[in-house]
């Protein structure tokens, strides 16, 4: 009797072996026929040349190497501790009660990778920052202070600080770090540089 081979493959890369671990045993437990493979750095799964239908890749994995998911967006779904939303990419919240993590991967399935809905934190996919809001975003991951990204543009602080409340409100940004998301994975800014 011949054995039943795998439909598809996942990767998991994530250097938190037992948060990849318990993954790959929940997406095991809800796809038996699925090849899932865990990789502790990207440069394993690399080595490894399998193609993948989708990646779940660790946050820190995914933005230092954010120009290889970039081209595979689709298959792309980044680990996040929280409810932290990366825009224009799936996220999966695993610092949750394994039946919220499968009803997670249940609606990311159901919705697709074609829905934006879930995948952006605007929900429109596409955020237009005006020229100067964008070299206000630059100067703010370069961690200048309000005043002297006011020198640097020869404006006022007054003008800034409008900027950094129009930035925030078109991103829908929470804090800095959802500004910095942002500007990293639009390529604005790369990883190296902050």
Sequence with gaps: MESL???????????????????????????PMVDIRIFVTFSEMEVAKDRFVHYFVAS?????????????????IVLVNGDMQIQGVATLNVCQSEKMVVKSIITLQRQGHHDSSHRTATGSGTVQLSPRELEVTILLTKGLINKEIADRMNISITTVIT??????EKLHARSLADI????VMNGYVNLGEL
Excluded at 163 to 168: L, V
Excluded at 180 to 183: L, S, V
Aim: proline share 2%; net charge positive; aromatic share 12%.
């Design 60 to 76: 820190r994995i995914y933005f230092e190497h954010t120009s290889f998911f970039r081209t595979r967006l689709q298959q792309t």
């Design 163 to 168: 900027h950094r409340k129009n930035i925030m």
């Design 180 to 183: 910095i998301i942002y500007a």
């Design 5 to 31: 081979r795998p439909v598809f493959s996942i990767a998991i890369v994530d250097s938190n072996i037992l948060s990849a671990l318990g993954l790959q045993q929940i997406l095991t437990d809800m796809a």
